[in-house]
């Protein structure tokens, strides 16, 4: 399966941005997706993840409360909605897919990845 994302661009610190992934198989059925960062000099972490059937849903602390993470199972399409974004934000985002159950936080235990979109948060 190939992930393509979408929706990065320059955002002013306060403003939301919103970020798109689509899957381009069409049997595509996922244990769960995610989103990704990386800023500069720091490795990849862990932003949002949703269990593609249930839809549970799981945040890290840094973005729980101003991110949202949401998926289209007909379109086969993930969605992340970040809001009252601030300059630490700032990364090239990647989104994510796996086909099982584990430790939603590991780089390692996702297999599928997009190439990645660039959010760029001013201060």
């Known amino acids: 399966v190939q992930l393509q994302a979408s929706g990065g661009g320059l955002v002013q610190t306060g403003e939301s941005a919103r970020l798109s992934c689509s899957a381009s198989?069409?049997?595509?059925?996922?244990?769960?997706m995610g989103w990704f960062r990386q800023s500069r000099g720091k490795e990849r972490e862990y932003v949002a993840g949703i269990w593609w059937r249930s839809g549970t849903v799981y945040y890290d602390d840094s973005v729980k409360g101003r991110f949202t993470i949401s998926k289209d199972n007909v379109e086969n399409m993930l969605y992340l909605e970040m809001n009252a974004v601030k300059p630490e934000d700032t990364g090239i985002y990647y989104c994510a897919a796996r086909l099982n159950n584990g430790n939603f936080r590991a780089v390692s235990e996702w297999p599928y990845w997009g190439q990645g979109t660039l959010v760029t948060v001013s201060s």
């Open positions: 198989q069409n049997t595509f059925n996922p244990y769960g």
